[in-house]
């Protein structure tokens, strides 16, 4: 099998890796203990993956954003980051607690 690979141009390596992250627009896939096969064909790289996957939600904004709504509205951080969560925007979540 390998040696026909290598006849049409393909190579594959396994990659010593420790954790694969793959970031979304809205969250990380992580992948603990993976096994990943690197394959050559044609100047294109492809990675096939295989492991423990966990996923976790991104927050889109910053601390400074929270220290913002916090002192804008009084709200402690927890309040301040589950109305920045719920309208997503900085503006939106000030007005949301002030309300």
Do not use: C
Not at 57 to 63: A, D, H, I, L, P
């Amino acid at each position: 099998m390998e040696k026909m690979m290598k006849q049409m141009g393909i190579a594959s390596e396994e990659v010593d890796a420790t954790e694969v992250v793959i970031k979304t627009r809205n969250n990380e896939i992580l992948i603990s203990n993976p096994q990943v096969t690197k394959v050559k064909m044609g100047g294109t790289a492809t990675f096939q993956i295989a492991g423990d996957v966990t996923e976790r939600t991104v927050e889109k904004f910053s601390k400074e954003d929270v220290n913002i709504v916090m002192e804008q509205t009084g709200a402690d951080e927890t309040e301040a980051r589950e109305a920045l969560k719920k309208e997503g925007d900085l503006a939106a979540a000030i007005l949301a607690l002030k309300k």
